[in-house]
């Protein structure tokens, strides 16, 4: 079938990890830096960036026949403001607390390179369905490493998972004691670098061995 064809299969799965936006094309770092000092609040931070990219690049994709060349950048920034605000304002209503957590970083979404990289680059020369997997696969390539490094920073910093504590009490009384370094900004650019690190190796260490 044409709607999984090879091309379209291309365009899902490469951003989940060959042309990951955060492993490989280094965009959307500073709101995971940002939002990762918790799982919940990484988990609803990638989730909005999927479904405001897959969506925003279907409009965008739609109209992209019809929007002059020199209006282009502002058209899409209205595209996705206006996607930022719905999804906003869903927050505050069904998820108030994330919301409050999250706080400007759900706003700053309009400005996430990863967003305009993948309008321009995709949206605005190929169709809406392709589209929508482009965009679908990147929001979920970024959520994925915002899980990952929530998960590290909230287990090793609280010892907890989604709000559960995942040690048990006989860990402390022994002498453990949580590593308070994990929920700060720089712990979240190493983490991030880490895992860029052991991408890459892997990944060179397989085309070596091609």
Known sequence: MILFSKQNKAAFTEPLNLNNPIMVQVLGI????????????????????????????????????????????????????????????????FAYDVSVQLSVYVGLIITNCILMGRLEAFAMVNRPW?????????????????????????????????????????????????????TMPAMALILIGCVIWVHRAFFNKEENEK
């Not at 739609?62 to 929007?67: D, G, V, Y």
């Not at 282009?72 to 505050?92: D, E, F, G, P």
């Not at 929508?132 to 979920?140: I, T, Y």
């Not at 990952?148 to 910093?157: D, N, P, Q, S, T």
């Open 30 to 93: 500073c709101s995971a830096l940002a939002v990762t000092s918790q799982l919940k609040p990484a988990i609803v931070m990638g989730l909005a960036v999927t479904v405001i990219t897959a969506f925003s690049n279907v409009i965008i994709s739609l109209i992209r026949k019809t929007i002059p060349v020199r209006i282009r950048i502002i058209v899409q920034l209205v595209v996705v403001a206006a996607l930022v605000t719905i999804v906003s304002q869903i927050l505050k209503a």
């Open 130 to 182: 392709p589209s929508f997997l482009d965009g679908l696969g990147n929001g979920l390539g970024y959520a994925v490493i915002l899980v990952i490094v929530g998960a590290l920073r909230e287990f090793l910093g609280r010892g907890s998972l989604l709000g559960f504590k995942i040690l048990p009490q006989g860990f402390y009384d022994a002498g453990y004691l949580n590593n308070g370094m994990m």
